[in-house]
């Protein structure tokens, strides 16, 4: 029942933001602006997208790498699974299947490799935020359009967000300090749990904290922070192709703006960050950079199917190769979280 109530939540949720998207366009002339759309910044667009997937293949096994040796076909095809598992199916399955495909390969705790992905999405956060600082700091204010109070506001949660995000790396990094000493604090529960159920808990805290490992090693961390940048801009690239291609004139570092807005869009609950990526694309740049209403929508639908049909078509192929089917992946979604 509750998970019935939940897709239909998540059901009124996508159908409503697709609704605000399209509210003012004539679709006409968002078809007229797509066929204007220049085809070879489009492709390179595409080409700076596949290579994030590389990035982050690397980036990822920089972070596993004090849990054990991976090889990069190995990270790189458990990415794009679980990036094409996480379009796909709901919940987004693929955080959970990614590590848990890697670790069952390369024969290391799920536990521990599930941990990594943690530190990667703080990775991002503060990757993401520090490039918007660049954007608030060289950018001119007065060549944005739209509200000054709303960029204000921007910018102010860009910096709450930023503070929340250290917050969160300090405690990971208190977790990963003493893995032994949390995993015997966590025993401690047994006086409310079954001293078999404790114990399972405290060695489930243990693994996870060995997991964030790489912490332990400032210099490794510092890596891991730097690998982050080049993944990131190639993120930026390929929203700044695609909207070039759709005639739109602001510069590179705009794209940061743009690409933080675009991180809250794509946090929304709906499948394949439908709805949520488009109206929030959608919202900055007519906001910020009066773009009009029917290109940012025909740039809006590009620019998602660029960042999500390659790598799914391109994760499908890899889960055909294994055997794996969508109704499998989510029976080892629910397997791995259960």
Known sequence: MRSRLRAVLILFLTVGLLAYFLRNADMAGVWTETRRARADLLALAVGATLM??????????YLLAPIGPTRFSTAFETTTIGFAASFLLP??????????????R?????????ATIILERLLDLVTVLLLFGTFVVFVDPASIAGDPALYARVKAGGLAAGAASIVGLVVLFALAGHPERLGR????????LPARLAHAVARFVETFAQGLAVMRQPARLLGSLVLSF??????????????????????????FLVMTLLVV????????????????????????????????VGAAIVLHAISFVPVTLLGLAFMAREGLSLTRMREMAEETVS
């Not at 990035?55 to 990822?60: F, K, Q, T």
């Not at 993944?231 to 739109?248: D, E, N, P, V």
Request: aromatic residues 14%; proline residues 6%; glycine residues 8%.
């Open 265 to 296: 869009g794509v946090a929304m609950p709906t499948p394949g960050a439908i709805g949520g990526f488009h109206a929030m694309y959608q919202i900055t740049v007519t906001t910020f950079f009066a773009v009009p209403t029917d290109r940012a």
């Open 91 to 104: 919940a987004r399955a693929g955080e959970v299947l990614r590590p848990y495909l890697l670790a069952r």
């Open 106 to 114: 390369e024969r290391l705790p799920a536990t521990a490799c599930f």
């Open 230 to 255: 080049p993944l990131w801009l190639s993120i930026a690239a390929g929203i700044w192709l695609t909207s070039r291609a759709f005639h739109m004139t602001f510069g590179y570092l705009g794209s």
């Open 185 to 192: 604090a966590a025993l401690r529960i047994e006086r409310v």
């Open 52 to 61: 994030t997937y590389v990035l982050r293949s690397i980036r990822w096994q």
